[in-house]
């Protein structure tokens, strides 16, 4: 059997969207079926397949309905009671335009009955902006892994006003988060000691804590110090590169785009650039293609280079948070790293399957998480259909991407030959990812991007300079006229980065506005995909 991983990603992705939009009945019913024909199939390999695609859609079915499982005193049940909670800080600070955000792990609340054991995560909302004395006093301690104590009420996060709109209860749902909060007061906020948790900073709250003294939930250190070394190095790029500049490439390094203003982030959305200050595969890549050149000058051992730079992708995947498209990337990158010293051949087709089976064994959810199907989408458009449309494009005739290996070079048009086949093997992986993640964009996000292929050109090329510029600020920013050349390389780039998404961007026809499609119509879109792709594909091996 080809590519059993395959099989069972798919089956497991079905069973969970099965367990969401039919009832448990017809679930078992369509495993049963399925165990059926396995064993009355006369064919040995049809027998293998079906009972391992029977098995992989009712495990995801279980494991999707487990993880919607809602505790029974988690906070959620009774919000309306509650007046104040404490727990413990279980997420980076999320620094927006005018409000910041932060996940309270709880673990007690007060209700006009007095303080109970609870359990559960709130997604909590401040404003320092309407706070009555200065919130820098208050912020530097909304820390990962600080206990405080919040005077507010909870509420139930609701879905959207319109369809097809981005639904904000059902992306905290599939976080485990079924609450929300909003501090509007900064008097309202009180942290404990660490060491005992009985002293409230705050008096003016009046906790009484002496009745409920919860137990102390310990903070990860590993995740601790990663949050930490982000701090500083956003800190440190702000050394560096002061502005829009600093802005860009903390938010490139860092995988967000909430270091933006709005105007310039709007620009990176309509020109289609905006997965590049996204944390995903390309800033693993990235990150592989800066620090392996430098373990082998330190002159590590080829054996263990691979394993470290594994070592860095996790520190960076805890650094930026665990997304979906940066765990699959994660995935996908250190299965390749293992596989040689183990001598054994990585199946780039084979290991999206298994990144996609390990990301949905963790959080079924993530099926539904916009951030998952694009990544995924864009990642089978690079692998799969990238190599179908070079294949047949100008520059694959031309010689100038997908060139025999074999065949004699110039060493006169060598350096030119090469740029320009970097640019085209470009612009066609744009197209492909292009072409294949519009329908997910237009339904989630409205518009498409008319200007992505020559905008993406220009831009990645840029994106490992700022890239490698911001990783090396914590060094450099020290270093005196070191730190000046990297801050101005860094800066340089970077504002010819802004210009090309500027321009680009206000362009009035850059992007349009279109309407969500059905699902229907998503679904014959990709149909018809297929077919053209499959015809290209047969065209292709004829000739």
């Known amino acids: 059997m080809s590519r059993p991983a395959a099989y069972v990603a798919i089956a497991f992705g079905f069973g969970i969207l099965a367990a969401e939009y039919v009832s448990l009945w017809i679930v078992l019913a369509t495993s049963g079926v399925l165990a059926v024909a396995s064993a009355s199939s006369r064919r040995k390999s049809y027998r293998s397949v079906l009972a391992i695609v029977a098995g992989a859609f009712l495990i995801g079915a279980w494991r999707y309905q487990l993880g919607r499982t809602i505790a029974h005193d988690d906070i959620s049940r009774f919000v309306r009671s509650v007046d104040a909670m404490i727990g413990t800080i279980a997420s980076d600070l999320e620094i927006g335009n005018d409000q910041m955000r932060f996940v ?3 673990d007690a609340v007060r209700s006009p009955q007095g303080w109970r054991r609870a359990s559960g995560r709130v997604m909590v909302s401040a404003y320092p902006s309407e706070w009555s004395t200065k919130p820098e ?7 990962y892994g600080n206990r405080m104590l919040i005077e507010a009420r909870p509420y139930l996060p609701t879905g959207p006003t319109n369809p097809g709109r981005l639904s904000w209860k059902d992306y ?9 909060a909003t501090l509007r007061d900064v008097s309202k906020i009180g942290f404990f000691d660490s060491s005992r948790f009985h002293f409230c900073e705050q008096r003016s709250i009046g906790c009484d804590v002496g009745r409920v003294v919860p137990t102390a939930k310990e903070s990860n250190p590993v995740v601790r110090m990663a949050l930490r070394a982000k701090s500083r190095l956003v800190a440190s790029i702000e050394r560096l590169a002061a502005g829009e500049g600093g802005a860009v490439i903390a938010g490139m390094v860092i995988g967000s785009y909430a270091y933006l203003p709005p105007d310039v982030c709007r620009n990176f959305s309509r020109t289609g650039t905006l997965h590049l200050l996204a944390a995903s595969g390309f800033n693993c890549w990235v990150l592989i293609f800066l620090v392996s050149p430098l373990l082998g000058l330190v002159r590590v051992y080829p054996r263990w280079r ?3 730079v594994i070592v860095f992708m996790l520190g960076y995947v805890l650094m930026v948070g665990g997304k979906p498209s940066l765990v699959r990337a994660a995935i996908m990158a250190s299965l390749m790293l293992i596989a040689r010293p183990l001598g054994r051949v990585s199946d780039t087709i084979s290991l999206f399957f298994v990144a996609a089976i390990i990301i949905l064994s963790i959080n079924p959810a993530s099926l539904f998480d916009v951030g998952f199907q694009l990544s995924f989408l864009a990642v089978w458009a690079i692998i799969y259909v990238s190599p179908i449309i070079g294949a047949n494009s100008l520059l694959s005739w031309a010689g100038i991407v997908n ?5 004699p070079r110039s060493a006169k048009h060598f350096a030119l030959r090469k740029l320009t086949g970097s640019l085209g093997s470009t612009a066609i992986a744009t197209i492909a990812v292009s072409l294949v993640t519009a329908p997910v964009i237009a339904y989630y996000f409205n518009y498409v991007s008319l200007v992505s292929v020559p905008a993406n050109v220009a831009v990645g090329l840029g994106v490992p300079v700022v890239f ?10 020290q270093a005196g006229p ?3 050349v990297v801050g101005f390389i860094g800066s340089q780039t970077t504002n010819a980065m802004l210009t090309v998404v500027n321009v680009l961007g206000e362009m009035k ?10 699902v229907l119509a998503i679904v014959g879109y990709y149909v018809i995909l297929h077919a053209v792709l499959n015809w290209l594909r047969s065209r292709d091996g004829a000739r």
């Open 482 to 484: 070191l730190g000046e």
């Open 137 to 143: 006093s208050v912020v530097h301690r909304l820390e």
């Open 403 to 407: 060139r025999d290996p074999s065949a």
């Open 104 to 106: 309270l792990l709880v």
């Open 172 to 180: 905290l749902g599939r976080r485990g988060i079924y609450s929300c």
């Open 306 to 308: 691979g394993a470290l």
């Open 509 to 518: 026809w850059s992007a349009i506005s279109v309407a969500s499609p059905s």
């Open 468 to 477: 490698g510029a911001g990783l090396a600020s914590p060094v450099a920013s």
